[in-house]
């Protein structure tokens, strides 16, 4: 069951290849529609699940039906955090989540056209990406000090920054936003302590919300999403859980945590396949993730919080090197700019929770990979 008309899709392409027009709707879906069928699997499309009845093992959904289940999975992931700024119920001012979002963002992307991005996450980097190679004139707000502030160190934020500017993107940080403005559609945006700015289109990007509201109702924990165990198991014995609404002890980290990222919820997918199946296989992974802007990729393995060292290898003029967090000696993540090989040694590190010699580390005369071979020995 699920509320949108479209059978399951991926969303990275959303803010990528799919907002810059290179694929259509169709090559998002993760199957062909007549797979689903043949695989002895009903789709109900804009449908909701409106309650869960624990004791009788039912759902009732919008269109009135009751299924009864012996095994219910909620993969309901999360929505867009909404702005309350005033005047965002506007016309052409759009949040980005799903097809129907980028579908209606795209039809006001034309060159020349002012675009405002309100906050300077990936999602909102990736936008501007896009749209400036698209030929608009493009301008970012931030109220944080710098882009990706909860994501990077300061110096990825310093690349991110130049990388935009150079490309003619107006990135601004520590801005107040009070207001939109315009009659029907929207036509300015108004700052604290500044001139306002003409829009013909703004995209909010603020980060999303675990959809958890249907689990608490039905009596289960919520704790930063979904209570799950490593078997992708709620407290009920019938319920299960998986992708960005849940949260999950991870062994290899030490702790519970809610990730956003396909990466995690691919693989919680299998562990409640696996759990159904009568097989226990846990899930522990190292989390990863990524980011596409203009002719950069960036790839992050692991969580970079609590670090109290950054090493950069590479310089950052190149857009060829790698950031490597660390607490004390311990390798905590690495945030890769088109640095494939360090993307997957780091991988391998994070995972076996190696320890590197840091002043082995700043010494690019050392090959990266005679490090790593080292710590993995």
């Known amino acids: 069951m699920g509320e949108e008309a479209y059978a399951p899709y991926q969303r990275p392409p959303l803010s ?3 907002l810059a027009g290179e694929l259509d709707a169709n090559r998002l879906l993760f199957k062909p529609e007549r797979y689903y069928p043949e695989h002895n699997i009903e789709l109900e499309l804009n449908t909701r699940v409106e309650s869960i009845d624990r004791e009788n093992k039912t759902v009732a959904l919008s269109s009135g039906k009751q299924l009864d289940y012996d095994w219910l999975v909620l993969t309901t992931g999360s929505r867009v955090r909404k702005a309350p700024i005033p005047g965002s119920e506007l016309a052409n001012v759009h949040y980005l989540r799903n097809i129907s979002d980028v579908e209606a963002i795209r039809s006001g992307l034309t060159p020349g056209s002012n675009l405002v991005i309100v906050g300077a996450g990936y999602i909102g980097l990736e936008v501007a990406a896009i749209a400036k190679k698209g030929g608009l004139n493009v301008t970012v707000l931030e109220m944080a000090e710098r882009p990706l502030q909860r994501a990077v160190a300061p110096e990825l934020s310093d690349f991110y920054t130049k990388l935009h500017t150079d490309a003619g993107v107006d990135l601004r940080c520590n801005v107040r936003i009070e207001s939109f403005s315009g009659s029907t ?6 700052l604290k302590g500044a ?3 003409p829009a013909d289109l703004v995209i909010i990007g603020i980060g999303i919300l675990p959809n958890t509201e249907l689990a608490e109702a039905a009596g289960l924990t919520i704790d930063n999403g979904i209570a799950v165990d490593e078997f992708c198991r709620t407290e009920d014995p019938s319920i299960l859980s998986a ?10 980290l030490g702790r519970r945590l809610r990730l956003e ?6 693989e919680q997918a299998k562990t409640v ?3 159904i199946c009568g097989e226990r296989v846990e899930y522990a992974q190292i989390p990863w993730f990524w980011s596409d802007q203009y002719d950069i990729k960036l790839q992050i393995v692991g969580l970079s919080e609590g670090y109290d060292t950054v090493i950069l290898r590479g310089e950052p003029a190149s857009k060829h090197f790698a950031a490597f967090y660390l607490k004390g000696n311990k390798l905590l993540s690495v945030d890769a700019i088109n640095s494939a090989r360090e993307f997957m040694l780091a991988k391998k590190l994070l995972a076996k929770g190696a320890e590197l010699d840091i002043e082995q580390l700043k010494d690019m005369s050392i090959p990266f990979k005679d490090i790593a071979t080292a710590a993995l020995a």
Do not use: E, M, Q, W
């Open 16 to 18: 990528k290849a799919f």
């Open 185 to 190: 559609a929207v036509t300015g945006v108004n």
């Open 261 to 266: 990222s396909v990466h995690n919820a691919l």
């Open 243 to 252: 992708g960005d609404c849940t949260s999950h002890p991870n062994r290899l």
């Open 273 to 275: 396949a696996c759990t």
């Open 195 to 197: 001139a306002p700015l």
